[in-house]
């Protein structure tokens, strides 16, 4: 290691955690908001969500029948409200004190790579890392305030897979899992740190093969 990369450390680096911050905020902050606008207008009446009836009663569920709102047209996107007791896209139903234990651990893990795994000019892993952290507290505030994650995100509705072809859960839509940006946080910041990992290790066996070089 180089005398000028023990100087800059990310975890005492200001722009390196102002690039996190505002990466965090900007993704809370779009998540939360298009959670309430959603809860608020696409079933055609504001859906109270209450915690201590989610809480008590699984089967609780305040959202009333809808249709749905074609956000692009096509048969592409529709918003749709759910109630998620599981993880992205539904995954691990009533599991809410194992998610909310994991996503907490995972937080703290996210917050020790960025700031003692990764250099002050991984820009890009920054990024990634705020993605992540977003996506994460995100879906972490619905479960700790209202009990159950707020989706409302339902791609491709009513294209159903080939051949009378069915998922194990038995549906038989091509994308049957409602998701919300949280989610799509979460898997954006994953490809933003597999992108950087991509040119890090490029980078990396570059700077091998010029010292094997010279």
Known sequence: MT??????????????????????????????????????????QPVVVSRHALLDNPDYNPIPFHEGVVLVPGRMLNLHLVLNSGA?????????????????LAVMIAIYIFGW????????????????????????????????VRDFLHLFPDRHLPFG??????GSEVFPWVFNIADVLLLAGMAVLLVHLHFSDQQDRSKQAQSDAS
């Open 3 to 44: 005398k000028g990369s023990c100087e800059c450390r990310t975890w005492a680096s200001a722009r390196c955690w102002a690039v996190l911050l505002v990466v965090v905020a900007i993704g809370l902050t779009a998540d939360l908001w298009t959670k309430s606008w959603a809860f608020e207008t696409v079933a055609g």
């Open 165 to 170: 072809l069915n998922w194990f859960g038995g």
């Open 117 to 148: 795994q990764t250099r002050c000019k991984s820009i890009l892993a920054h990024i990634g890392i705020g993605l992540v952290l977003a996506g994460a507290l995100g879906n972490l505030w619905d479960r700790l305030a209202l009990g159950r």
């Open 88 to 104: 992205v896209f539904g995954i691990g139903s009533e599991q809410r004190a194992f998610f909310i234990i994991f996503t907490v």
